[in-house]
C-alpha cells in the first residue's frame, strides 16, 4: 500500500512541547514564534523531518501555522481543516485561527501587545510573508526577529533523518521539451529582465526544468533541490549525489554542475559578492535567501519564478499523455465502483474501500502496462458523516462501516509516468434521504457550470469561481474551499499559479490543467464533492459572437452517480450534458475493459437519464 492508516496524530504531548517551546523563546528574548506547516522548499508536502507544525500541535493538514507566545498558542487553518483540526489537537492548549480571514499577521494587527517581538525561522516564510509581518509589528512599535537557528528543530528528539529519494529522468515523450532547451529558454528571459541569474527553490520548478522526477516527499515526485540558471545557460544544481544513480548523474552533469546542498548558502554569497542581480519569487523563496544575497553585495531582482507558468502550461505531449492516464485510472475508477455496487451494504469499511481502489488502480496499470507510481495524495474516503470532513484521513481508530441509507465520498488521484490524476464522486449506499440527492444536484450544477464555461481571454480563477457556486447561493448554501487548483504533470496534485476561488487573480491560459471540483458539507451529516479534472483550450469562434472564447476540455471519465440526480433540478442544457458525458465515458471506457460483470455495470451506470 502507498497509502499507511496508522494514528500519526499526537496531540497528547502538546502541553509539554508548547511549554518547552515557550521556556526556549524566553530565553531568545521573544514574545512569541510561527511554526508553519511549509519547509525550507516552501512545498505542500513535506518530509518527516519538516513535519514540524504536526510535531508540535498535533495537527496534520496539508496547510497551517501556529502561533505561539508566553499566554496562548494559535493553529491557523482555513476552512477544508476546521473540522479536523478540533478532532487533532489538545484544545485546552490550542486554539483555531482563521488562516483566510485573519493570518497571523492580521491577527497581530488586531491582538498583538505593544513592542510585541515575534520570532521567526527565516528559511521557513518567504518574502512576501516577512513584509505583511514587518508591517503588522510596526504598527505596534515591536520587531520582527530573525532567529539563526529554530528553537522547536533543538526540542524534537529523535527527529527524522532528511529523505535521500532516488531521482529519475522523466523521458522526452512524456516532457515534450528537453531539458537543455527549457534552460535555454529560461537564460533568455533572466537575460531580458536584466538579472545575471535566478535562484529555483520549488522542487516542481526543478524537476520541471531538469526533466526529472524524487521522491523526497509523500506521492509527490520532488526532488527536494536547489538551482541556480544564469544569464549566459549555465546552470548549477544542489542535489545530493546519493540520490542520483550511474546514469542519472550522467544526464544532470550534461545539463549543469551538480553541487553538494551544503555548499549551496556559500554559493549564493559568493555569487552575491559579484555585485550579482539574482532573480527570485518572492512568493516562494524563502526569505533568508533574499537577505543571504543582499549582505553579500548581490541584488535581488524579484520576478515570478520562471518555470512557474511555462510548467502550468501543458505541451502537447503533456496533455496527450494526461488524457492517456485519465482513461487508465477510469478503467480503475469503474472496476472500483463496480465493486462497491456489488458488495452488501454494512460490509464495506472506509478502509477497505480505499485498499480495493489502490489494488484496482495499481492491477490496471499492470494490465495497460503503465504501472502506478504512487497515489497522489492520501485517499479521502469518508462514509456519512466523515464525508463532511473536507481532507478526512481514514486512520485505524477512525475506521467506519460505510452504513445503508447514506452517501459515500472518495477523493483520490493516481500518479503515472504519463500524468497525474485527481477524482472524487459521492455515491448512494442504498436509499438516499431526498435532501442529500438535492444538495447533491445543486453541487452537480455548478460543476457542470464549471465544465460548459466560455469565457474572454484575461479571465482569471476569480471570475469563473462563482459559477460553481450560483446553485448553491440560491439554496442559501456554500462550500470553504476553492473550486479548483491546478494540477502537475506528473508532479505536484496542487500546482499554482492557476486556481479558479475567490482568490485566484492568475489569467487562466491555454494548457493549464485544473480540478472542477465544487462541494457541500455539512458538519456531523454529510458530505458531497464531484470532481473533473480539465484543461484550457484555446480561443474558439463562437456562431454568432463577437469575440473567440477559451473554454474547458474534460479529462477525467467516470460515471457520476445517476441514483443521486434530481432531473428535475437541472436544466435542459445541464441534462444534456450529463447524458453526452456519461455518453463519451462509455465509448471511452468500454474498449478498455474486459470483465463481463464491470462493462455490464457501467453500461448501466452511463445510461441516459430523463425527465
Not at 66 to 81: H, K, N, W
Not at 181 to 186: H, L
Request: include cysteine.
Amino acid at each position: 500500500m502507498f497509502q499507511s492508516f496508522e494514528v500519526t496524530s499526537t496531540p497528547q504531548f502538546g502541553k509539554e512541547r508548547v511549554d518547552a517551546l515557550r521556556a526556549a523563546l524566553q530565553a531568545l528574548d521573544v514574545d512569541g514564534f510561527l511554526v508553519p506547516r511549509a519547509d525550507e522548499y516552501q512545498g505542500e508536502y513535506v518530509p518527516a523531518s519538516a513535519e514540524r507544525l504536526s510535531w508540535l500541535s498535533g495537527f496534520t493538514g496539508s496547510a497551517g501555522i501556529a502561533l505561539v507566545t508566553q499566554s496562548q498558542a494559535i493553529v491557523f487553518v482555513d476552512g477544508r481543516y476546521v473540522t479536523q483540526l478540533k478532532e487533532q489537537v489538545d484544545g485546552t492548549v490550542f486554539t483555531g485561527g482563521d488562516l483566510v480571514g485573519e493570518p497571523p499577521h492580521l491577527w497581530l494587527e488586531h491582538n498583538g501587545k505593544k513592542g510585541f517581538r515575534l520570532g521567526i525561522d527565516p528559511w521557513l516564510h518567504t518574502g512576501a510573508e516577512v513584509r505583511k509581518l514587518e508591517k503588522a509589528l510596526q504598527g505596534l512599535g515591536g520587531a520582527l526577529v530573525f532567529l539563526d537557528h529554530n528553537p522547536l528543530d533543538r526540542l524534537w528528539e529523535n527527529r527524522p533523518a532528511a529523505p535521500l529519494g532516488r531521482v529519475k529522468i522523466q523521458p522526452l515523450d512524456h516532457s515534450g521539451l528537453l531539458a537543455r532547451d527549457k534552460i535555454a529558454t529560461m537564460a533568455e528571459e533572466i537575460a531580458k529582465a536584466g538579472a545575471d541569474a535566478v535562484v529555483l527553490t520549488d522542487p516542481s520548478s526543478i524537476a520541471w526544468t531538469f526533466n526529472i522526477r524524487g521522491s523526497d516527499v509523500p506521492h509527490t515526485p520532488h526532488p527536494l533541490a536547489r538551482a541556480v540558471v544564469h544569464a549566459d545557460g549555465k546552470a548549477e544544481l544542489f542535489l545530493d549525489k546519493r540520490k542520483a544513480g550511474i546514469e542519472e548523474e550522467a544526464y544532470l552533469t550534461q545539463l549543469s554542475s551538480l553541487e553538494a546542498p551544503a555548499s549551496f548558502e556559500d554559493r549564493i554569497a559568493a555569487l552575491g559578492a559579484t555585485g550579482a542581480k539574482i532573480m527570485i519569487d518572492p512568493d516562494h523563496a524563502p526569505f533568508a535567501l533574499a537577505e543571504r544575497i543582499r549582505l553579500s553585495g548581490g541584488t535581488v531582482i524579484e520576478a515570478i519564478d520562471p518555470a512557474r507558468l511555462p510548467r502550468a502550461r501543458k505541451n502537447a505531449a503533456e496533455l496527450e499523455g494526461s488524457a492517456r492516464a485519465h482513461l487508465q485510472d477510469g478503467v480503475a475508477m469503474v472496476e472500483f465502483l463496480a465493486w462497491l455496487d456489488s458488495t452488501q451494504p454494512e460490509t464495506v469499511t472506509e478502509i477497505a474501500a480505499v485498499e480495493k481502489l489502490e489494488a484496482c488502480r495499481a492491477n490496471v496499470g499492470q494490465r495497460m502496462q503503465n504501472p502506478l507510481k504512487d497515489i497522489s495524495f492520501d485517499t479521502i474516503s469518508g462514509a456519512g458523516e466523515h464525508a463532511a470532513i473536507m481532507h478526512y484521513r481514514v486512520t485505524s481508530e477512525s475506521d467506519l462501516t460505510i452504513a445503508d441509507g447514506t452517501m459515500f465520498l472518495i477523493d483520490s488521484g493516481g500518479q503515472y509516468i504519463n500524468g497525474t490524476t485527481d477524482i472524487t464522486r459521492t455515491v448512494a449506499i442504498g436509499t438516499v434521504p431526498e435532501e442529500q440527492r438535492r444538495f447533491f444536484t445543486l453541487v452537480l450544477k455548478g460543476m457542470i457550470a464549471i465544465s460548459v464555461a466560455r469565457f474572454p481571454k484575461g479571465s482569471r480563477g476569480v471570475d469563473l469561481d462563482p459559477l460553481a457556486r450560483i446553485a448553491l447561493w440560491k439554496a442559501g448554501a456554500d462550500f470553504a474551499h476553492g473550486t479548483g487548483h491546478g494540477v502537475g504533470s506528473y508532479l505536484s496534485v496542487h500546482e499554482g499559479p492557476q486556481r479558479i476561488s475567490r482568490a485566484s487573480m492568475q489569467e487562466l491560459l491555454p494548457g493549464m490543467i485544473l480540478s472542477n471540483e465544487p462541494g457541500y458539507y455539512r458538519p456531523g451529516a454529510f458530505g458531497i464533492r464531484i470532481e473533473n479534472l480539465v484543461h484550457v483550450l484555446e480561443a474558439s469562434e463562437i456562431a454568432g459572437g463577437d469575440l473567440p472564447m477559451l473554454g474547458f476540455e474534460t479529462l477525467t471519465f467516470c460515471p457520476i452517480d445517476r441514483r443521486l440526480v434530481i432531473t428535475s433540478l437541472l436544466t435542459d442544457e445541464e441534462l444534456d450534458w450529463l447524458n453526452a458525458y456519461h455518453a463519451a465515458t462509455q465509448e471511452k471506457l468500454l474498449p478498455l475493459i474486459s470483465d463481463e460483470t464491470v462493462l455490464e455495470w457501467l453500461k448501466t451506470a452511463t445510461e441516459p437519464l430523463g425527465r
